[in-house]
Nanobody, 127 residues
Framework: QVQLAESGGALVQPGGSLRLSCVAS????????IAWFRQAPGKEREAIAC????????DYSDSMKGRFTISRDKEKKTVYLQMNDLKPEDTAVYYC????????????????????RGQGTRVTVSF
């Protein structure tokens, strides 16, 4: 059974940076696209970024371009989300997710077509 576990969330001041990690167990990530999402209290889920399994191509939601960078280490079965210049509005629970099949590519995954997600890691941006 596939499981995803996020870590790296913390309390950080505005302008700071964090790197989140998503580790997979029970499967290899070699063939799955994987994406990061976030959800703030009382708000809709937001897609952040996705990285493909084949060529490492990355896709970002328009509003997330510039400050967020997704990357992966297949050997470590880990996907990262580097977040820079954090703002209070970035406060949310961040989680990673994979699609139901390896055929689902990033543009579809970013629309929320996922099958497995982690519990999430909390990021709080505040003084």
């Amino acid at each position: 059974q596939v499981q995803l576990a996020e870590s790296g969330g913390a309390l950080v001041q505005p302008g700071g940076s964090l790197r989140l990690s998503c580790v997979a167990s029970g499967t290899t990530l070699d063939y799955y696209a994987i994406a990061w999402f976030r959800q703030a209290p009382g708000k809709e889920r937001e897609a952040i970024a996705c990285i493909s399994s084949t060529d490492g191509r990355t896709d970002y939601s328009d509003s997330m371009k510039g400050r967020f960078t997704i990357s992966r280490d297949k050997e470590k079965k880990t996907v990262y989300l580097q977040m820079n210049d954090l703002k209070p509005e970035d406060t949310a629970v961040y989680y990673c997710a994979i699609p139901p099949t390896i055929a689902v590519a990033c543009p579809v995954l970013l629309r929320g077509v996922y099958d497995v997600r982690g519990q999430g890691t909390r990021v709080t941006v505040s003084f």
